[in-house]
Nanobody, 125 residues
Framework: QVQLVESGGGLVQAGGSLRLSCTAS????????MGWFRQAPGKEREFVAF????????YYADFVKGRFTITRDNAKNTVFLQMNSLKPEDTAVYYC??????????????????WGQGTQVTVSS
């Protein structure tokens, strides 16, 4: 399995930006599709974005389209989530996850094999 560590969370004002990073251990990072999910207090975990192993295919939840961008650097075993125009409702713990199912995983959390510990994002109004 891949070990994942997120970073880049923090406190930001509404309208601001943050860039989350997720670094993976192991030499097979380029074989995995990668996703970002989030969980707000009292709410279920929800899908945010996905990027295929090659980086060619991306999916986004409707509520982040046009504001968030997922990218990856396979040479550095890292996936990124650039978050712009942040809103208070984006406040949550953000998790990255890897999937051997690649594109077939998409937004389905059950198809992800490994998860990071999460990084807190707080957006103040």
């Amino acid at each position: 399995q891949v070990q994942l560590v997120e970073s880049g969370g923090g406190l930001v004002q509404a309208g601001g930006s943050l860039r989350l990073s997720c670094t993976a251990s192991g030499r097979t990072f380029g074989n995995y599709g990668m996703g970002w999910f989030r969980q707000a207090p009292g709410k279920e975990r929800e899908f945010v974005a996905f990027i295929s192993a090659s980086g060619v295919t991306t999916y986004y939840a409707d509520f982040v389209k046009g504001r968030f961008t997922i990218t990856r650097d396979n040479a550095k075993n890292t996936v990124f989530l650039q978050m712009n125009s942040l809103k208070p409702e984006d406040t949550a713990v953000y998790y990255c996850a890897s999937s051997r199912f690649n594109v077939a995983a998409g937004s389905q959390a059950a198809k992800y094999d490994s998860w990071g510990q999460g990084t807190q994002v707080t957006v103040s109004s």
